[in-house]
């Protein structure tokens, strides 16, 4: 039975499908093994930490031409030599990219988040403790950003809001101007109708008071006139008795 079983599986290798590995492998600057076909049969760990390690970077499962190929986190330790292919593929990477240097760039905020991944993991393997540190310092550092992006698309979307309310109410506004310059050119042709009253009211005032001066200049005339002929006529009628 052993010898017909060794048979039926030498026949069974002969005639197996050789697979390559894929072409289309997911780049991530985190370092991860070769890629092998996901199987159903749960995977080992030798350690908790290594567990944990899976836990924080879980497998990457894509499919290629009908297979489904899983790939996991690297769980060598890291030395001085990891650390320097880390930055010489990083600065690959950002030239590959043709990442902007300065200002906003989604692509280098992505590598250098990957690298820093990477940085994490290396340290997992010497220290797990300082690993997670760095973990929980990620972690801080991408709830950070979240806010900041929620409180900048909440204050767009403020002003969007504050935008259409204002282009609903223009048209309101633009009648309420119209009324008002009416109502202004209104007053203007009043205050011109009364600055010409004024001004008629004024030259009749003036007229009737050079009138009456003029009547009441004549009056004082005409009484020391009257006056003096009643002085002449009494000193007449002095001299006649004397």
């Keep these: 039975k052993l010898i017909l079983l060794d048979s039926l599986l030498q026949e069974m290798t002969i005639f197996e499908v050789d697979i390559e590995s894929p072409e289309n492998l997911p780049f991530s600057v985190v370092k991860y093994n070769k890629p092998v076909r996901k199987t159903s049969s749960p995977v080992k760990f030798k350690s908790e930490e290594e567990a944990i390690i899976n836990e924080i970077f879980p497998p990457k499962e894509w499919e290629e031409d009908g297979v489904i190929w899983e790939t996991r986190v690297n769980l060598e330790p890291a030395g001085r030599l990891d650390v320097k ?26 590598l250098y988040a990957q690298c820093f991944e990477e940085l994490i993991r290396q340290t997992c393997l010497n220290c797990m403790e300082r690993g997670l540190l760095l973990l929980r310092i990620r972690d801080e550092f991408r709830m950070s950003i979240h806010a900041a992006e929620t409180l900048y698309e909440s204050s767009v979307a403020f002003g969007v809001r504050q935008a ?23 007053l ?17 005032t003036e007229e009737r008071f050079i009138s009456i001066k003029t009547k009441h200049q004549d009056e004082i005339k005409f009484l020391n006139r009257t006056s003096q002929q009643l002085k002449a006529q009494l000193e007449g009628i002095r001299n006649i008795k004397e």
């Design 164 to 186: 259409v309310k204002a282009e609903s109410g223009r048209d309101e506004l633009e009648r309420r101007v119209k009324q008002l310059e009416q109502e202004v050119s209104r």
């Design 85 to 110: 292919k880390t930055e010489i593929g990083l600065i690959e990477k950002l030239s590959q990219q043709a990442a902007r240097e300065n200002g906003i760039c989604q692509v280098r905020r992505e």
């Design 188 to 204: 203007k042709m009043e205050r011109e109708e009364l600055k010409i009253t004024n001004n008629m009211k004024a030259t009749e």
